[in-house]
């Protein structure tokens, strides 16, 4: 009898281990839950189990399918005090100090991936250990998503939440953590942010196979994908690698927005970034069910050879794709280095940007953006959007950063002013202009703002619309 009881015991250990129900990750101690919003809650267990999930008086089931349980809570308050959540099953799983608030995707490049804490070679981020030292922000917090190409979409990382200290803020991005702090001061609410980013990685790797090949505008790129030539190749590339390892796994996880930080990658063929972009903001908004996520694209700061089509490939995204925004970075780069040390100002705009245009509070929350021309005489008269309370220099310094050419399309300097909210541009000798252009070089000298303290995007009233 013995025997035979050692022997059902043994035989019914894989079936008690394949019971235990598990959350997906992301459902860890310390996470943030999305307010306002049906917040999906899955993970693994036993096909044909029963899965109950409790949280703020809700009590959702479902049974287990193909090993795997989804459940939707309906959209919850702020709840800014730790809560718990339970998960129940044929085992029970208690999640501590859950907060809801506003949970924001932070992603892109090394402009993005890199930490507040020292990365030799690259120079330190400006002020970095007083940042970390009063980095005591307990209501916000980080999901990190550990770099990784797959050939396949994963289901998971297996990571857990950080709570936002100046013991941990080190390994935070920083851009993501300056953005998501001040967030935090502007809302005064839980703030989370799921970090996944990864250096030297182009566009076309963070979005679907399925909505690459699906887009007939981008075919003659995939088909000859590989003869495509990039100077810098990370460490098992593949197309559409990321969005397999790194994003496919966050879904369908509820989430507020996106701030995107990339484009250097993309840089030595601008042309068709614009769509490549564009494609990526659709695939994410399809894959995370909602069509108006969302994205702050914050622009490439000037480095010697960042050429300004690659600024201008972001904006006219911008430009095109609702529900968008972007943060101009001409006045915190670096001519020297790619990796500018200066990213508060970064995150400070981001914020702004994520006040303004998703949560609508009051005032202009992006810098001056390019409408439209009309040639008047010798003169060229430039309109703008997003010129807050009129347009500016800083410290009343005349304009620069203008040129002009006529019908031989040779630019030379311009003289600009402002008048109200326009800018008139001229120079001597040209008596018909037919185009202006403004910070257009690698490394753009400028200085217009709105009267909310931001720059204006570089542009060219001669900008193709290829």
Not at 32 to 44: D, F, R, S
Not at 289 to 299: N, S
Request: glycine share 6%.
């Amino acid at each position: 009898m013995n025997r035979l009881f050692t022997m059902l015991s043994l035989l019914a250990a894989p079936l008690a281990l394949h019971a235990t129900v598990k959350p997906h990750s992301l459902f860890t101690h310390h996470m943030v839950l999305q307010q306002g919003m049906p917040v999906p809650v899955w993970g693994e267990a036993a096909t044909g189990e029963k899965v109950t999930v409790s949280f703020n008086g809700q009590q959702v089931s479902t049974v287990a399918r193909d090993g795997k349980w989804i459940v939707k809570l309906s959209p919850l308050p702020y709840i800014t005090k730790p809560a718990t959540l339970t998960i129940s099953g044929e085992n029970t799983v208690t999640i501590k100090d859950v907060l809801v608030g506003e949970v924001w995707i932070c992603s892109g490049q090394s402009n993005m991936e890199r930490q507040l804490g020292p990365r030799p070679p690259q120079p330190p981020v400006t002020d970095w250990e007083k940042e970390r030292d009063q980095a005591n922000f307990p209501l916000v917090r980080e999901y990190y998503v550990p770099l990784k190409y797959s050939a396949t979409p994963l289901d998971d990382v297996n990571q857990q939440w950080q709570v936002c200290s100046p013991q941990t803020v080190s390994d935070f991005s920083a851009v993501g953590y300056f953005f998501t702090s001040e967030l935090y001061k502007k809302l005064k609410v839980p703030v989370g942010f799921i970090f996944t980013a990864y250096g030297g990685t182009p566009a076309e790797d963070w979005t679907s196979a399925e909505a690459m090949t699906s887009n007939p505008a981008l075919t003659d790129f995939v088909q000859h994908y590989d003869q495509i030539k990039y100077s810098y190749v990370p460490a098992g590339k593949l197309k559409n690698g990321l969005y397999n390892g790194m994003i496919h796994p966050l879904l369908p996880y509820a989430v507020k927005g996106v701030a995107w930080y990339q484009g250097e990658a993309n840089a030595e063929h601008p042309a068709i970034y614009p769509e490549l972009l564009s494609n990526m903001i659709r695939n994410w908004r399809t894959d995370f069910a909602r069509p108006d996520l969302p994205f702050l694209i914050v622009q490439i700061a000037p480095f010697q050879h960042m050429p300004p089509e690659i600024r201008e490939a972001q904006l006219k995204v911008v430009q095109k794709v609702p529900h968008t925004a972007l943060i101009v970075t001409t006045d915190c780069g670096d001519a020297n280095d790619i990796h500018p040390s200066n990213k508060r100002p970064v995150g400070e705009r981001l914020a702004i940007a994520a006040a303004g245009m998703v949560y609508k509070q009051p005032g202009e929350y992006a810098g001056p953006m390019y409408k439209g021309f009309a040639i008047k005489g010798n003169q060229v008269v430039l309109q703008f959007t997003h010129t807050g309370k009129g347009l500016k220099t800083k410290d009343d310094a005349p304009l620069k950063g203008f040129t002009i050419a006529g019908a031989d399309k040779q630019f030379q300097p311009a003289t600009a002013v402002i008048k109200g909210n326009t800018v008139i541009v001229s120079a001597a000798g040209i008596k018909k202009p037919v185009a202006v252009r403004y910070g257009w070089s690698n490394v753009p000298d400028v200085n217009l703002y709105n009267s909310a303290d931001l720059p204006a995007s570089p542009f060219r009233t001669d900008m193709a619309d290829k």
